[in-house]
């Protein structure tokens, strides 16, 4: 009874080690074979901003890199949420993956009924970063920081500042505070692309975005202030505010879960884009500066935002 029990153990263990085998060598052939279709770039915002000027300069390097179509799909609404949701639900292979906007998805993480969490997306790598700007159109009555906050004094909760969602109202509260004025707030859902028009239109008196657009925009729109210690190298005649600390950092991200494998295969091919001497002089000529990290340095820069918006 002893030997019989032994024999069928090792006859288990064989059969066990010959499975392990066999999964071992399927699992290096699917890493070998990825990918092998296009993949999908969620943008969920709309057309024009940040995140769709992002995936644009990023989807030739991409597609090089990777040997397949980057097909770019707009999943909008919610300031990010109706996107970052729907890479949350989509299948953790690789073949679907999105913009991530920080500190955006922290603070839109934070609404009522938001399935996703930030901290559990598998991070590819951040690509750029750009100052917080507050802009009014080309011939607005405010031509400067000075003129603005006067007016808004004089007239409390009258003047109107644009914003994309929730995020916009966070970093725009900070500044409100530092300046001590007090006005109307107007979140806009679906991104930039859809605040700057209000903004050219004289719909509200002024908008509040990063200073990527305040370059981009500069026929139209006149930048008032930046964010930062530092002068914007993009925006050398345009006054600082050095306790104003808006960032926005743009990067890619897949769904929880998804394989190292497969993460470290899109971080080589987004370092290979970003390496591109025409993708690094549009990011630098958009008032952008260039970023490049590894999947756990993206994790960490991620963790870094939740903590500070958790406070």
């Known amino acids: 009874m002893i030997k019989q029990r032994k024999y069928q153990g090792g006859r288990f263990l064989a059969a066990g080690l010959g499975l392990l085998t066999a999964v071992a060598a399927f699992g290096t052939a699917s890493a070998e074979s990825y ?10 915002y709309s057309p024009g901003g940040g995140s769709d000027q992002q995936a644009r300069r990023l989807q030739p390097g991409l597609e090089k890199a990777l040997g397949v179509k980057v097909r770019i799909v707009y999943k909008t609404g919610g300031g990010g949420a109706v996107g970052f949701n729907e890479l949350w639900g989509s299948k953790p292979d690789g073949y679907t993956i999105s913009n991530v906007v920080v500190p955006n998805i922290v603070i839109t993480s934070k609404g009522k009924d938001v399935g996703f969490k930030p901290s559990e997306f598998s991070y590819i790598g951040m690509t750029a970063s750009a100052l917080g700007a507050l802009m009014v159109p080309k011939d607005s009555k405010y031509k400067s920081l000075k003129e ?60 509040m975005t990063a200073s990527s657009h305040a370059v981009k925009h500069a026929a139209t729109l006149d ?16 006054p600082n505010e050095p306790q104003w600390t808006y960032t926005t950092t743009w990067g890619v991200m897949a769904p929880p879960g998804t394989p190292a494998d497969r993460v470290a295969i899109l971080n080589k091919a987004l370092l290979e884009a970003t390496a591109d001497a025409k993708v690094r002089e549009m990011v630098v000529n958009n008032g952008l500066t260039p970023i490049r990290q590894t999947p756990a340095e993206a994790k960490a820069y991620v963790e870094s935002a939740v903590k500070k918006f958790s406070q």
Do not use: R
């Open 223 to 238: 930048t008032i202030v930046v964010a930062g210690a530092e002068p914007s190298e993009a925006l050398p005649d345009v």
């Open 35 to 44: 990918p092998d279709k296009p993949i999908t770039f969620i943008v969920p």
């Open 148 to 207: 603005f906050v006067a007016a808004a004094k004089a007239n409390p909760g009258k003047l109107t500042v644009a914003g994309v969602g929730s995020t916009g109202a966070a970093n725009y509260a900070e500044l409100a505070g530092i300046l001590g004025i007090d006005t109307a707030y107007v979140p806009v859902s679906g991104g930039v692309g859809k605040m700057i028009p209000m903004l050219q239109g004289k719909h509200v008196d002024a908008g």
